[in-house]
């Protein structure tokens, strides 16, 4: 099988996954990552997103053999030692969670539309995030999270 | 009552850490180790079949698989409210997705292949797919031994036939009141069946020890429900069955009651020392997990010339699916609640839920309310023009009151309907000019809908919470109410913390573990903040009482003159002599000896009074502890070239008894109203004779941050519940009730087209409209 070396959340990895399997399975499974969510599989609900590259991608669709040199950031990459990341605590602020099982899955989306686009629209936050399935806050505080880091506490922008 | 120190702020909630970091768990998250076997499930493809034979010999030749069951090896029988299905299917498939045979291996993918080489040998039979048409039938029955199912004392089974339940209501004389109507409209509506679509796909895990322990890990609203039913089924002691439920991925009634938790306990009997888990995946949460009841509903409502409602008779068929053990209640629900949140002194209702060869019918956010006034609230549209009276006015002149006998006979207290009418009136300026289209080929309108709901639930559902003071004087609340989104931690948090004196910071709930929280009957029917929120009010004031018996003595000033604020204790008449919390939490040591102890705190609550109602009549005092009233307005703008609608903005007014925690209580209306928004224009689970014509999230669509509509909500106070903590009521289901029938009577004002069988998808609004649009060329023509 092939060896594939990447960088999770700036930690090397060396795996030997088999050719069917997915990036969620081996950060699921061999990682112990779990805060990527498996919620259909089929990369229609956006609960599995995570930064490939610097870009969003549903973990789910993307097979682990072809991650050679890939960097890969989860959502226990945000933050440090020092704290929350800015949108973490923004989504803690806004009340932008309930269940909690979209929620790393939206806040990656929201860190990736923020590095293309650091004063999106709200419109342009409703695009971007719509692939992203929530069924519990009807997205207004989803939305308002983004949109507050987004206008770097002056309102927004 | 005015806001305290915990009570009526936005809290911030006490998982959202966990959720914001990864590190909240779920139950497919936790690693179990090499110890763990994946479970897979073969289900029916058919309908309705005879099972006739099965063989697993090849598939237990697959390497890795250790285990397989079939309904033979657990056939009894068990349900919530009718015991009336097995674990795994015995003899007889009555839908496609049932059951019917496990597989335990080491891998997942060794127990799909075993799956698929479980031979089972079917015979078709013919089946019911409409609720209406099984009603009657007695040739095609889905349950021959409906009369011997054990069931609850309020549920009525009618014994060869098809109907699981039927609930009679019988008030007046709904002849002599329509005879005296001035307008008469009577209607049939729709409801198709929906599915919750929680993102989290239901988990079960299980581990059997060798000192003969099951515990099973679940994604569950109910542990004790889950306890309770496999601990009857299996004949376990409730000291060898341990449910523990870590976070919970959205419930919305769809993971109540047992889900998918008994499937892996014969596996895991068979292999101790192992975690058989079991996760579905997203189609089989479509096709094997709860759905909404489908519903028909034939509606005829008369008022006179005076505006006021004069009669009503309903004919209610919910399409409870294969098995009704849970669905049973919410025909009884549907029935009780029939006449909608009006006064209408003659009522004849007759609500059954049928058995189908459809899902499982189970409780969704609302529990029949959002399916009953679908139609309910159209007619009340529908009259209100005939009489040429406005549709608010209408409404606000039949709105139930307090003390207004309800169609069940009894009296409503609290009924502040009107409250909300008027709110959402004042906010959203019903009556004004009509705001231009956004485009020539574009119509708006504005539509209104109201609803009540009651927590629907056996007479005696229970709570209870123990407290738990530490040495420093923080708290631990053990509670087995489920956090599953809605906010229970923190708002149950903030009750202990106002009544007991500390801050909210220092008070935790803790997740549910049934060897060591204590009961719970569920998390359903909004009733937590209320029914566990009086447990954990009581324990409070238990932990209270026995703090304040230690401090008298230290401080030597009588219990009654002493208060507890910010976790110090000090007499009213000279606050700067405090105690800390902390420092009597376990006792005290006095120079004649140690008194008092550690602070333990129990609370208990079932709510009084609440009373049966007759079989023959429905009629009865007060079938639950409170009804909570809301109205919704919803704007729209309808596109005349596709009949696609766009709902521009919701408008909605609550009236609550007291908010907890703003915030929260507030996510629960938005996502109420986004949720009846995609059962409104989207949700159908498209059925074709029992199977299945979309499973997945492409073909069957739910709302993204696109439909978000503008919404403005209002949450009132006006009456405080007299049994509530602190006066709530509950708030969770009533947000998604008006929405769908507030949206149609705003795409009627729009383009005066009604739709009376939901979803309102483009192409039914576009066919309406040019149907709606012939009609009128050739009435022009006519001389």
């Given at each position: 099988m092939k060896t594939v070396t990447l960088t999770v959340n700036n930690r090397p990895h060396t795996l030997t996954p088999s050719p069917e399997r997915t990036l969620l399975d081996v950060l699921r499974e061999d990682l112990g990552l779990t805060g990527a969510k498996r919620g259909c599989d089929a990369g229609e609900c956006g609960a599995c997103t995570v930064l490939l590259n610097g870009k969003p991608v549903n973990s789910c669709l993307v097979l682990a053999v072809e991650l050679s040199g890939a960097a890969?950031?989860?959502?226990?990459?945000?933050?440090?030692?020092?704290?929350?990341?800015?949108l973490q605590q923004s989504f803690i602020d806004n009340f932008a969670l309930q269940c909690g099982y979209c929620t790393p899955g939206m806040i990656l989306m929201g860190k990736a539309l923020l590095m293309q686009n650091p004063h999106p629209t709200e419109a342009e936050v409703k695009e971007f995030i719509s692939g992203n399935l929530c069924r519990c806050t009807g997205y207004e505080n989803i939305v308002k999270a983004i949109m507050a880091v987004a206008g770097g506490g002056e309102g927004n922008g | 009552m005015a806001d305290g120190k915990a009570i009526g702020r936005s809290v911030p909630r006490q998982d959202a850490v966990d959720k914001v970091t990864g590190a909240a768990q779920f139950v497919d998250d936790i690693q179990f180790g090499p110890t763990l076997l994946h479970a897979k499930i073969l289900r029916s493809p058919h309908p309705h079949a005879r099972i006739v034979a099965i063989d697993t010999a090849a598939a237990m030749a697959v390497p890795g698989v250790r285990a397989i069951v079939t309904g033979k090896d657990c056939p009894q029988y068990l349900g919530l409210y009718l015991a009336d299905r097995t674990v795994y299917a015995v003899d007889r498939v009555r839908f496609?997705?049932?059951?019917?045979?496990?597989?335990?291996?080491?891998?997942?993918?060794?127990?799909?292949?075993?799956?698929?080489?479980?031979?089972?040998?079917?015979?078709?039979?013919?089946?019911?797919?409409?609720p209406v048409a099984g009603a009657g039938n007695k040739d095609v029955l889905l349950h021959e031994n409906l009369g011997t199912y054990r069931c609850a004392p309020f549920i009525y089974p009618v014994p060869g036939t098809n109907i699981a339940n039927r609930f009679r209501l019988r008030k007046g004389d709904t002849d002599k009141g329509f005879a005296a109507a001035a307008a008469v409209v009577e209607n049939t509506y729709t409801v198709p069946h929906i599915q919750h679509s929680q993102l989290e796909p239901h988990a079960a895990a299980a581990n059997f020890d060798r000192a003969g322990k099951l515990t099973l890990w679940s994604s569950s609203q109910s542990p004790n429900a889950v306890r309770k039913l496999i601990a009857t089924a299996f004949g376990l002691p409730m000291t060898k069955l341990r449910v523990i439920t870590p976070y919970v991925g959205g419930g919305?009634?769809?993971?109540?009651?047992?889900?998918?938790?008994?499937?892996?306990?014969?596996?895991?009997?068979r292999l101790p020392g192992h975690h058989v888990k079991l996760t579905l995946t997203r189609e089989e949460v479509f096709r094997g997990t709860f759905v909404r009841q489908g519903l028909v509903a034939r509606l005829k409502t008369g008022a006179g010339g005076d505006g006021r409602l004069a009669a009503m008779e309903a004919e209610l068929f919910w399409d409870g699916g294969a098995y009704a053990e849970y669905g049973v209640n919410i025909a009884r629900s549907g029935g009780y609640c029939s006449s909608g949140p009006y006064e209408i002194p003659n009522i004849k209702t007759d609500s059954c839920c049928v058995y189908t060869n459809h899902p499982v019918g189970g409780p969704m956010r609302g529990f029949g309310m959002p399916e009953i006034h679908w139609g309910i609230e159209q007619q009340m549209d529908m009259l209100a023009e005939k009489l040429g009276l406005d549709p608010l006015a209408f409404r606000r002149l039949n709105a139930l009151r307090d003390g207004s006998p309800a169609a069940f006979g009894g009296p409503m207290s609290g009924a502040t309907l009107v409250d909300t009418i008027d709110a959402v009136a004042a906010r959203c300026g019903w009556g004004g000019p009509k705001p231009p289209a956004s485009g020539a080929r574009k119509a708006r309108g504005r539509g209104l809908a109201c609803m009540f709901k009651a927590?629907?639930?056996?007479?005696?559902?229970?709570?209870?919470?123990?407290?738990?003071?530490?040495?420093?004087?923080?708290?631990?609340?053990?509670?087995?109410?489920?956090?599953?989104?809605?906010?229970?931690?923190?708002?149950?948090?903030?009750?202990?913390?106002?009544?007991?004196?500390?801050?909210?910071?220092?008070?935790?709930?803790?997740?549910p573990d049934t060897d060591y929280t204590p009961y719970e009957w569920q998390t359903v029917a909004s009733r937590i903040s209320y029914s566990a929120g009086n447990a954990v009010l009581a324990a409070a004031r238990d932990a209270k009482a026995q703090l304040l018996a230690v401090a008298a003595q230290v401080l030597a000033v009588p219990a009654t003159e002493l208060a507890i604020e910010d976790g110090r204790i000090f007499p009213r008449t000279d606050p700067a002599r405090a105690l800390a919390v902390s420092a009597i939490a376990m006792g005290?040591?006095?120079?004649?000896?140690?008194?008092?102890?550690?602070?333990?705190?129990?609370?208990?609550?079932?709510?009084?009074?609440?009373?049966?109602?007759?079989?023959?009549?429905?009629?009865g005092e007060r079938p639950a502890p409170f009804w909570?009233?809301?109205?919704?307005?919803?704007?729209?703008?309808?596109?005349?070239?596709?009949?696609?609608?766009?709902?521009?903005?919701?408008?909605?007014?609550?009236?609550?008894?007291?908010?907890?925690?703003?915030?929260?209580?507030?996510?629960?209306?938005?996502?109420?109203?986004?949720?009846g928004l995609g059962a409104a224009l989207y949700e159908r689970l498209a059925l074709a004779e029992g199977k299945y014509l979309n499973s997945d999230f492409v073909d069957y669509k739910i709302p993204t941050a696109t439909d978000t509509p503008q919404m403005d909500i209002v949450l009132l106070e006006t009456s405080p519940q007299a049994d509530g903590p602190f006066g709530v009521k509950g708030i969770a289901e009533p947000t998604m009730v008006p929405t769908a029938p507030a949206i149609a009577n705003a795409v009627y004002d729009a383009i005066g087209v009604r739709i009376r069988d939901l979803p309102l998808s483009a192409e039914k609004v576009l066919a309406a409209l040019k149907s709606k649009q012939a009609g009128e060329k050739f009435v022009r023509r006519a001389p």
């Open positions: 890969v950031v989860t959502i226990e990459g945000l933050g440090g030692p020092d704290g929350l990341d800015r | 496609v997705g049932e059951p019917v045979a496990g597989v335990a291996a080491d891998s997942a993918a060794a127990a799909t292949e075993a799956i698929g080489k479980i031979v089972v040998a079917y015979e078709p039979l013919p089946g019911i797919f409409d919305f009634g769809g993971k109540a009651g047992l889900t998918c938790e008994a499937l892996v306990v014969p596996l895991a009997l927590p629907s639930m056996p007479p005696d559902a229970q709570s209870s919470a123990v407290l738990k003071l530490n040495e420093d004087g923080t708290v631990h609340i053990l509670t087995t109410a489920m956090e599953i989104g809605q906010g229970s931690l923190t708002a149950l948090a903030q009750i202990a913390a106002e009544e007991l004196g500390v801050p909210v910071a220092d008070v935790v709930v803790t997740l005290c040591l006095l120079p004649g000896g140690a008194i008092g102890g550690p602070v333990v705190g129990r609370g208990a609550f079932v709510p009084a009074g609440i009373t049966g109602l007759d079989r023959e009549t429905g009629q909570t009233y809301g109205t919704q307005v919803a704007d729209v703008e309808v596109d005349l070239r596709t009949g696609a609608i766009t709902v521009l903005k919701v408008t909605a007014a609550y009236e609550v008894g007291k908010v907890i925690n703003p915030a929260l209580a507030i996510g629960q209306v938005q996502g109420g109203i986004v949720q």
